[in-house]
């Protein structure tokens, strides 16, 4: 991928870093990297993650997939939430054609959706793929029970059709002994919002026929940009910006890919930055955009409102050629000497430039097309840019407290365990 932080400089834009302080916050990355490349080298827990391009083995992947997969395979349905869902989504949402077999997510537990998914599915050419890490989420377990008891009731064998990936020791390890499932591991040290390049991320898209290993080879490619300076590394040079326009004031980074298949990863970026960094009183509040559909919408607080924003475009150099239909409605006529792609493009360039003008910061990242390769490093370039600026911040990236709480008190409250975080909701509760 390619950074452009031009229109994030205080020449342009308020706020804005000088060129000066651009310098500062340089040495600052140098010792960053240090401390990143120090632990990706000890493989230590989080920074492990970093080194995934190079510690995937995709021929077990494959070979799992295969155990339930066949010519006639219509859809696979992933059971997983958080971490253990997005990264896989992502990528099949950005990756899949119509000839793919359709790529499903149930992390939710509404009770109506899931049975309308459910009912949409012909069950006897679905493949079941379970995530969970640390195979105890009342959310993915849950789900799981009612999508196996689905088939059961359909007369399906569940047995035949379900991979499982997740740590070492939990129920669903357990379960998948039990059964003798097709499993993968949930490599060491790779949190789950870290592990779209592992079994975590790549099981679903092992199913639709995606080329897992050009997507670890993007990812690889853009390790080797990790020198010790924003102005050589594009993935330093965002994660730094970021952090240095939210001490300035821009609490906010609104990601807009310029692409409806990336929709789904500005929702995994949201996750990661609000996950990995919002610790300590401290974290940039990511929201998630979309052009050109949220020009119409979003742009005008995005230009206008609170000096309080980074806007984060990406941006996909080639896209398919869809002229524009000529039509004799004179007004109209602009339209036909373009395709809908020089359409895309325009808009894009408006919008930026419209900000531009406005003194509004943003970052531009390109890749050259939606593709595994470009997808890869694009994955892995926002997780080096969100590892740097947990550094900067000095928060620990790698733990998610918060939300392991929420877990707890959840499965107290439903009587799976002795929680305090359950007793904590239940005296809330009391007190209203
Ligand atoms: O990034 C994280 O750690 C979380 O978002 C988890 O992925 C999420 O809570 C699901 O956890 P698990 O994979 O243990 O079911």
């Not at 490349?37 to 021929?59: F, I, K, S, V």
């Not at 869902?85 to 509404?110: K, Q, S, W």
């Not at 240095?244 to 298949?261: H, K, Q």
Request: charged share 25%; glycine share 10%.
């Amino acid at each position: 991928m390619n950074v452009d932080i031009g229109n994030a400089l205080s020449a342009v834009a308020a706020p804005g870093i000088s060129r000066a302080a651009l310098e500062r916050l340089d040495e600052q990355v140098a010792d960053a990297h240090e401390r990143i490349d120090a632990g990706m080298e000890a493989g230590e827990h989080g920074y492990a993650a970093l080194n995934l391009p190079n510690r995937t083995d995709t021929d077990e992947i494959q070979v799992a997939v295969d155990r339930v997969t066949g010519p006639d395979t219509s859809a696979v349905l992933t059971v997983g939430i958080g971490g253990s869902a997005l990264g896989a989504a992502t990528i099949t949402d950005a990756l899949n054609d119509a000839d793919d077999p359709e790529a499903i997510y149930l992390d939710n537990v509404d009770p109506d959706w899931l049975s309308a998914t459910l009912d949409r599915l012909d069950l006897e050419t679905t493949v079941l793929n379970v995530v969970s890490r640390s195979g105890t989420t009342a959310e993915t377990l849950a789900n799981f029970l009612v999508v196996r008891e689905t088939f059961e009731e359909a007369g399906v064998d569940w047995t035949e059709r379900t991979i499982v990936t997740t740590g070492d020791g939990g129920p669903l390890r357990e379960l998948a002994e039990r059964h003798n499932l097709p499993s993968l591991a949930v490599p060491d040290g790779v949190p789950g919002r870290f592990s779209a390049l592992s079994a975590v991320g790549l099981v679903a898209a092992a199913v639709c026929g995606h080329d897992l290993d050009a997507l670890l080879r993007g990812a690889a490619a853009e390790a080797e940009t990790l020198t010790g300076s924003l102005f050589e590394c594009p993935a330093y040079a965002y994660g730094a910006v970021t952090y240095a326009l939210d001490a300035r004031g821009a609490s906010t980074n609104a990601m807009m890919p310029y692409a409806e298949s990336l929709e789904t990863y500005a929702e995994w970026f949201a996750q990661l930055w609000a996950e990995s960094l919002g610790k300590d009183d401290l974290g940039q509040t990511p929201v998630r955009a979309l052009g050109v559909t949220d020009q119409h919408s979003q742009l005008q607080l995005y230009r206008a409102g609170p000096r309080d924003k980074l806007v984060t475009f990406v941006t996909v150099q080639e896209t398919a050629a869809r002229p524009i239909p000529d039509t004799d409605v004179d007004d109209l006529s602009y339209l036909g000497d373009a395709s809908l792609g020089d359409l895309l493009d325009a808009e894009f360039e408006a919008t930026e430039a419209s900000l531009a003008a406005a003194g509004r910061p943003n970052v531009r990242v390109e890749i050259d097309r939606v593709d595994e390769f470009e997808l890869g490093g694009l994955l892995y370039g926002m997780e080096v840019a969100c590892v740097l600026a947990g550094e900067l911040y000095g928060v620990n990236t790698f733990e998610q407290p918060a939300v392991e709480w929420a877990k707890k008190a959840t499965r107290g409250l439903l009587g799976g365990g002795e929680f305090a975080e359950a007793e904590a909701v239940a005296e809330k509760t009391e007190l209203r």
